[in-house]
T-cell receptor, first 115, second 113 residues
């Protein structure tokens, strides 16, 4: 199957700093990527839809100024957690697909810990 | 809003036991249904999916699921589990033909050898 890679796999940062997470589709072009977060013992929750060349669409309750998403090319989307706080500590996962009604492929996830 | 419910949060079985994990969704329109598995430290992997056609779907590793539209359910089954099936299982739906996923809370399966 297609490969989606996230980088880094884990990151620890200080409170107040910003962290960038990358999501790359390695062997296909993804016009749309999605960002999810997973709190401990909870499900994956969709945060935003990232569309190549346009602004991301955020789910209700997700602060767009805090979670900056950029989808500059058909193979790369980035999520930047700005002014991170300990409550932002979570597991962030991206997914990508090349069209509707096809399988979405997930990255391996990024564990963010804010201290 | 769309929601997906997985009723079993943690299941413990012995090898060779049969498995059934429940999944219900709330959405009245066109849905696509998925089961994903996440082995410890690994990516989410697709087990099986339903878009249309035969409501009994067969997936990888001997898993199958049945879509019952009247019950808004998509339960996952396997007749005989193995120790290697120990993982977390997520039911998910997409609605209106988009790839925006709504996930259930997951079920951790522990299979004792």
């Amino acid at each position: 199957g297609a490969v989606v890679s996230q980088h880094p796999s884990w990151v620890i940062c200080k409170s107040g700093t910003s962290v960038k997470i990358e999501c790359r589709s390695l062997d296909f072009q993804a016009t749309t990527m999605f960002w999810y977060r997973q709190f401990p013992k909870q499900s994956l929750m969709l945060m935003a839809t990232s569309n190549e060349g346009s602004k991301a669409t955020y789910e209700q309750g997700v602060e767009k100024d805090k979670f900056l998403i950029n989808h500059a090319s058909l193979t790369l989307s980035t999520l930047t957690v700005t002014s991170a706080h300990p409550e932002d500590s979570s597991f962030y996962i991206c997914s990508a697909s090349w069209s509707q009604n096809t399988e979405a492929f997930f990255g391996q996830g990024t564990r963010l810990t804010v201290v | 809003a769309q929601s997906v419910s997985q009723h079993n949060h943690h299941v413990i079985l012995s090898e060779a036991a049969s498995l059934e994990l429940g999944c219900n969704y709330s959405y009245g329109g066109t849905v696509n249904l998925f089961w994903y598995v996440q082995y410890p430290g690994q990516h989410l992997q697709l087990l099986l999916k339903y878009f249309s056609g035969d409501p009994l779907v067969k997936g990888i590793k001997g898993f199958e699921a049945e879509f019952i539209k009247s019950k808004f359910s998509f339960n996952l089954r396997k007749p005989s589990v193995q120790w290697s099936d120990t993982a977390e299982y997520f039911c998910a739906v997409t609605v209106d033909n988009f790839n925006k996923f709504y996930f259930g809370s997951g079920t951790k399966l522990n299979v004792k050898p």
